[in-house]
């Protein structure tokens, strides 16, 4: 699991730099032709590792379900994430990578459901969950890349 988690801080390390390095009207602009923005990117990736490690192993998440509700799959961004959130948000992104260790090496994971993700993954054991994290944390990154194109 070692590696899993170093790819996962990395990751989250990426998305930090967006949050540092662009205004709050740029994180919430959503450009002609897409559908999304780069907060709502960022706040995503957040909500889905919760779903995918936390609640598919029948924990509870470990995030405001306001947050839940407005990053889930299926949600779309509105362009008015107030500055609150976006530091809500920025705390999150690093506070869960080191929560989900700490609960790893306390071993309080103990059970998954398993789950079949709408792109045809099958993620059977908990180990499959965080792998697949950093995968579907991958194609968020390479949506903002695209999206920073146009700011």
């Known amino acids: 699991m070692d ?3 170093r790819i996962w801080e990395t990751s989250r390390g990426l998305y930090k ?3 540092d390095s662009y205004s709050l009207e740029q994180l919430n602009t959503i450009p002609a032709g897409m ?3 780069l907060i ?5 990736v957040i909500v ?6 936390y609640a598919l192993s029948g924990l509870p998440m470990h995030i405001p379900d306001s947050l839940f509700e407005n990053y889930q799959n299926g949600s779309q ?7 609150a959130e976006v530091d809500e948000i920025k705390q999150l992104l690093l506070e869960m990578v080191e929560k989900t260790k700490v609960d790893f090496e306390a071993g309080i994971f103990k059970e998954f459901h398993p789950y079949q993700t709408k792109t045809g993954f099958y993620l059977g054991t908990w180990k499959e969950a965080m792998e697949f994290n950093n995968y579907h944390e991958g194609i968020h990154l390479g949506i903002m890349m695209s999206i ?4």
Do not use: E, M, R
Not at 48 to 53: E, I, Y
Not at 148 to 151: A, M, N, P, T, W
């Open 40 to 44: 709502w990117n960022i706040g995503h």
């Open 77 to 83: 961004p509105d362009g008015k994430t107030s500055q």
């Open 148 to 151: 920073k194109k146009f700011l």
């Open 48 to 53: 889905s590792q919760q779903k995918l490690v």
């Open 17 to 19: 730099n967006f949050l």
């Open 3 to 5: 590696a899993t988690f």
């Open 35 to 37: 559908s999304n923005n």
